[in-house]
């Protein structure tokens, strides 16, 4: 298997949405991303999979390690081989791919976030700086650009804070704020239970009310953000944007049944949402 095939199949595996925007971009850019989305996944599976800490603060160091080999010139997983072209084309920095390490570790170290500035910096690592990266690959021509995919990131990310609480509750996690859930009287109990119908009170209804609302705040201000002069270029993002605020929508609808389920759009719902944008622009 090449290394281009192997992050190609990384990426189509995770079946996640950013794989559908993906398919619009010219070949150089799609690799390019396909290769950075497939790094992301790597070191993010190091935590999801995790069994032991000490070994999977060992492979995120092993992952830091050939970090500093590829961009020396000598990769040598699959990853960071089909990684290296895009970075020198799309200007990928090391300290890029080290923020996502980074954001990695902080999920070894902790498994709640005292507050919404804990939780920014948290997202800041592990979305806002994908973010960065991938509106650079995508085509980036002005400064305010890095500002919206910081702010799109930060509206994903809280996205899948709001999808993933039970999933993330079955690893003993809560991503949701310490003092937010105080000030909304849920207890970390409830939410760890994932028990119907007693998890879900009107005061765990109001604290995600809360979290949705933030997000549809964060998607207008980055939409805000946007230049007119890299809108076109940023489709695949909108793309992207598109299918999350949808998602959070369904979530909405739902009633926030998101303790002992996981909400989710067909593949053919986000290629129908990823089509439209690309039509229309927006």
């Given amino acids: 298997m090449t290394p281009q095939q192997y992050v190609q199949d990384k990426a189509a595996g995770s079946g996640s949405s950013f794989y559908y925007a993906f398919r619009f971009l010219p070949r150089p850019r799609r690799e390019a991303i396909t290769a950075f989305y497939a790094f992301c996944r790597e070191v993010d599976d190091v935590v999801d999979e995790m069994r032991d800490p000490g070994v999977a603060a060992a492979k995120l160091d092993w992952w830091s390690g050939e970090v500093r080999a590829a961009f020396g010139g000598r990769p040598s997983h699959p990853v960071t ?7 020198s084309a799309y200007g990928i920095e090391p300290a890029q791919l080290e ?12 498994s709640r976030f005292a507050d919404w500035p804990a939780l920014q910096h ?15 690959i995508f085509g980036r021509t002005q400064a305010q650009t890095v500002d919206y995919a910081h702010r799109l990131g930060l509206a994903m990310q809280l996205t899948n804070i709001i999808r993933d609480v039970g999933d993330d509750a079955r690893r003993g996690r809560i991503y949701l704020p310490v003092d937010e859930l105080q000030r909304f009287g849920v207890q970390a109990g409830e939410i760890l239970k994932r028990e119907r119908p007693w998890g879900y009170s009107e005061r765990f209804a ?4 809360f979290q949705a609302e933030r997000a549809e705040r964060l998607y207008d201000e980055a939409l805000a953000l946007l230049p007119a002069a890299d809108r ?6 909108l793309m992207m944007a598109n299918i999350y605020r949808t998602l959070l929508r369904e979530i909405q609808g739902h009633g926030f049944q998101v303790l002992h389920q996981r909400t989710s759009l067909t593949p053919l719902r986000k290629l129908w949402i990823a089509s439209r944008t690309h039509w229309l622009g927006r």
């Fill in 232 to 237: 076109r270029a940023q489709t695949p993002g």
């Fill in 99 to 110: 923020a996502v390490i980074d954001g990695c570790r902080i999920d070894l170290a902790q």
């Fill in 122 to 136: 948290y997202c800041h690592l592990v979305a806002g700086v994908v973010g960065e990266v991938a509106a650079n």
């Fill in 206 to 209: 109001a604290l995600m009310r």
């Fill in 81 to 87: 081989i089909a990684l290296m072209p895009g970075a």
